[in-house]
């Protein structure tokens, strides 16, 4: 009894004091696991199996994420860097640009030539107009510089240039070379917007000055109804209609007659158009000048 209160640890310990060390080094023999070291070493301790405890290897995980992370965040861009993707971007540009213009010419390629020509006329009457216009304006600047009489000159031109926008307006009536275009419809096929596609049409070729059925056509003229119950801004019109057009009758007539066109989709409605080139078009139907009711000059 006195040998058990003396010796705290048991008889079992008692007879091997060697194998007792330090707690924080303390080995233990285990008849199983063989030699297992104490609680001072549990950080490197592992578990059955030679495997890493489970403390030990979340530790090391999150650890190693915020390295990863503390590595590529923020990110360095070098020079070098940038000037790749730089020039990249660039090529991106040119890549994207050329695959337009491919896709563009690609459809040319596709046209017919019938349309092909048409497209060179209208482009060629186009490029004639501006031309003319810009030798005209050079022929006013001309006259206004040599001029005596600066003032009067350009009284002249300023009643000139009323007269034209008049005649755009449709506030001024006009006359002078151009066509006819009549349209029957015995049928009651033609719809508001083939009457539209006319007028477009005529003004793509260079008309300046259009009348139908009595209705003079300007910026905001637009057609309506239905089953051969047309009106022209708000104007009842019936077939046959009459487009009187002022303009180049050599630009005109084949402008409607293109394959595709006005005269051959009326046609292909039962419908029946007739062009017809005339030395004067008297265009009469005017519109009243209308003040705007907001815009004002602003020289005023």
Do not use: C
């Amino acid at each position: 009894m006195s040998s058990d209160r003396e010796n705290p640890e048991g008889p079992e310990n008692s007879g091997n004091p060697e194998i007792l060390k330090d707690s924080e080094n303390a080995e233990h023999v285990h008849p199983d696991r063989g030699t297992v070291k104490g609680s001072g070493a549990r950080e490197g301790s592992e578990e059955p199996g030679g495997r890493p405890s489970a403390g030990e290897d979340a530790g090391e995980s999150v650890t190693g994420r915020q390295r990863l992370i503390a590595g590529l965040w923020p990110p360095r861009v070098t020079r070098a860097q940038l000037v790749v993707a730089l020039l990249l971007f660039g090529l991106g540009l040119g890549l994207a640009i050329q695959v337009r213009s491919n896709s563009d010419d690609n459809a040319l390629r596709g046209a017919r030539q019938e349309d092909l020509v048409r497209i060179l006329d209208e482009l060629d009457d186009r490029t004639k107009r501006l031309e003319d216009e810009k030798q005209r304006l050079d022929d006013q600047r001309t006259e206004l510089e040599n001029s005596s009489d600066q003032a009067e000159e350009a009284r002249k031109q300023t009643l000139e240039k009323e007269r034209q926008l008049g005649i755009l307006a449709g506030t001024v009536a006009a006359q002078g070379p151009g066509i006819t275009l009549t349209v029957n419809d015995p049928g009651r096929a033609v719809e508001a917007d083939m009457l539209l596609d006319a007028i477009q049409e005529l003004r793509a070729a260079g008309a300046e000055a259009i009348q139908v059925n009595g209705v003079r056509v300007v910026a905001n003229t637009y057609f309506s109804g239905v089953d051969g119950n047309l009106e022209a801004d708000g104007r009842k019109i019936t077939a046959p209609y009459v487009f009187e057009v002022i303009g180049k009758p050599q630009d005109l007539e084949p402008a409607l007659n293109i394959p595709g066109g006005v005269v051959q989709t009326l046609e292909k409605e039962q419908a029946t158009a007739s062009v017809t080139r005339e030395e004067k078009i008297v265009v009469d139907a005017l519109r009243p000048a209308n003040r705007p009711d907001y815009a004002r000059s602003s020289s005023q």
